[in-house]
């Protein structure tokens, strides 16, 4: 069994910057796809970006793509997501996930795609 792990959650100024990690605690996930998730107060949960088991393969949600960077270090087991330009509307628990059924597949935009989840980490913007 994996447990993704976040950290790097914070309060940050409109137009900041903040980079969110995603460890693994128990087996290693450094071939899965992975993906970043978020839920805003009263809203559902909702893709931010994704990256492909072997890296090659990197998804973003619209509302994201240009500001937000997924990655990951396979010698770290972490996977990254590096997010500038934050507004507000970014204000959101962050969920890293792991989708252990298909090592080295295609990253997915869907949720039900993944069956570990972390516990997610709190990313407050402030205007």
């Known amino acids: 069994q994996v447990r993704p792990v976040e950290s790097g959650g914070g309060l940050v100024q409109a137009g900041g910057s903040l980079r969110l990690s995603c460890a693994a605690s128990?087996?290693?996930?450094?071939?899965?796809?992975m993906g970043w998730f978020r839920q805003a107060a009263g809203k559902e949960r909702e893709f931010v970006a994704a990256?492909?088991?072997?890296?090659?393969?990197?998804y973003y949600a619209d509302s994201v793509k240009g500001r937000f960077t997924i990655s990951r270090d396979y010698a770290k087991n972490t996977v990254y997501l590096q997010m500038s330009s934050l507004i507000p509307v970014d204000t959101a628990v962050y969920y890293c996930?792991?989708?252990?059924?298909?090592?080295?597949?295609?990253?997915?935009?869907?949720?039900?795609?993944?069956?570990?989840w972390g516990q997610g980490t709190q990313v407050t913007v402030s205007s």
């Open positions: 996930a792991a989708d252990s059924r298909r090592p080295y597949a295609s990253a997915s935009y869907y949720a039900a795609m993944y069956d570990y």
């Open positions: 128990g087996r290693t996930f450094s071939n899965y796809p």
């Open positions: 990256i492909s088991g072997n890296g090659g393969g990197i």
